[in-house]
C-alpha cells in the first residue's frame, strides 16, 4: 500500500490508498496514482505527522518527495521530534539543506559541511526524509571485500523481489569510504544539482561504522531515489555522510522489507 497524505487550503487531510498488486509493477508511479486509485478519504481534523496505519512495523515513512528537493525546496514544516514519531532509521537532510542526516536507533545525526557528527534537537526542522521502524527480516553475514558496485549486485541477488522497498543496515568493518555533505544555503536557493558541485567530501580508512539507507524500486520516478541511497556513521557516531563510495570488509547486513509507503506533504 502507499498512503498519500497532504493537506489543502482548509487544512482537511486527505489520504489516498493505493493497491500495488501482486505482478511485476513497470509503469511509472504517475500513472500508478490515476490509474489504480482504490480508496480517497478526506478528514476535516488537523492534519498528523504520524504514520497512518495501525502498525509502525513495515512501513517506509517519507516527508516531501525527492523531485521537490531537487527543485530547491529546501524548506520544511516537520520538526526532527515529529519525525522521530515515524521511525527510527532512516536518512535525509535539514532545512536550507544544511548537511546530510543519519537516523538511527532512535536518534537524529547531522553530518555538516565540516564532516563532524552532531545530535539533532526536536525543534529543528526538515524539508525531506525517508524513514521506517527497522526491524529485520534477512541477516548476512559478509566477510569478503567488495567495493560498492559489488555490494549492491550481492544485496540484489539475496533480495526476494526487486519491487518492493527495502531498509538496508550495513554495520562492521569497511576498509575504505568516501562520504559527502552539503554545506548550508541561503536565500535564493540554489538547485541541488548545482550545489553538490562544490561538496566537500571526506574519506576514511580501516574505519568501523554503520551504513543506513533504502533500496527502493526503479518504478518511482523521482518520487524518491530510486536503487540505493546510504548514509555513514562512524562507531564513535563523530562523523560521517552521504556514501559515494565504500569498500567493505567484514559486516553484517541487515534487511527490512516493507510492504507500505506513506508520503507527507509539506504545507510551506
Not at 523481489?161 to 562492521?172: D, F, H, Q, R
Amino acid at each position: 500500500m502507499i498512503y498519500i497524505a497532504g493537506i489543502d487550503s482548509s487544512i482537511a487531510k486527505r489520504v489516498i490508498d493505493i493497491g500495488l498488486g501482486e505482478g511485476t509493477m513497470r509503469s511509472t508511479l504517475s500513472a500508478i496514482f490515476f490509474t489504480i486509485v482504490l480508496g480517497f478519504i478526506i478528514s476535516g481534523c488537523q492534519s498528523s505527522h504520524k504514520v497512518l496505519p495501525s502498525t509502525k512495523q513495515n512501513v517506509l515513512f517519507q516527508y516531501s518527495t525527492l523531485d521537490a528537493l531537487l527543485q530547491g525546496a529546501y524548506d520544511g514544516n516537520m520538526s526532527c521530534g515529529e519525525l522521530k514519531d515515524n521511525g527510527d532509521f532512516g536518512l535525509g537532510t535539514f532545512n536550507a539543506l544544511d548537511g546530510e542526516m543519519i537516523v538511527m536507533d532512535g536518534q537524529i545525526y547531522q553530518v555538516a559541511s565540516d564532516g563532524v557528527a552532531r545530535v539533532m534537537d526536536d525543534s529543528i526542522k526538515i524539508p525531506f526524509a525517508t524513514v521506517a521502524y527497522f526491524e529485520a527480516d534477512q541477516t548476512v553475514a559478509l566477510k569478503q571485500s567488495m567495493d560498492c558496485s559489488e555490494l549492491k549486485t550481492y544485496i540484489d541477488d539475496v533480495l526476494p523481489a526487486k519491487n518492493i522497498t527495502y531498509g538496508i543496515k550495513i554495520k562492521g568493518l569497511f576498509s575504505y569510504i568516501k562520504t559527502r555533505s552539503v554545506p548550508r544555503q541561503t536565500k535564493p536557493y540554489p538547485l541541488l544539482v548545482d550545489v553538490i558541485k562544490t561538496q566537500p567530501t571526506f574519506e576514511f580508512f580501516q574505519q568501523r561504522g554503520t551504513i543506513v539507507g533504502f533500496r527502493l524500486p526503479e518504478y518511482i520516478g523521482e518520487v524518491n531515489v530510486a536503487g540505493y541511497h546510504f548514509h555513514f556513521l562512524t562507531q564513535d557516531k563523530k562523523a560521517g555522510g552521504h556514501v559515494l563510495e565504500c569498500q567493505v570488509k567484514d559486516v553484517i547486513i541487515e534487511i527490512d522489507y516493507m510492504s507500505n509507503w506513506q508520503i507527507l506533504l509539506p504545507t510551506t
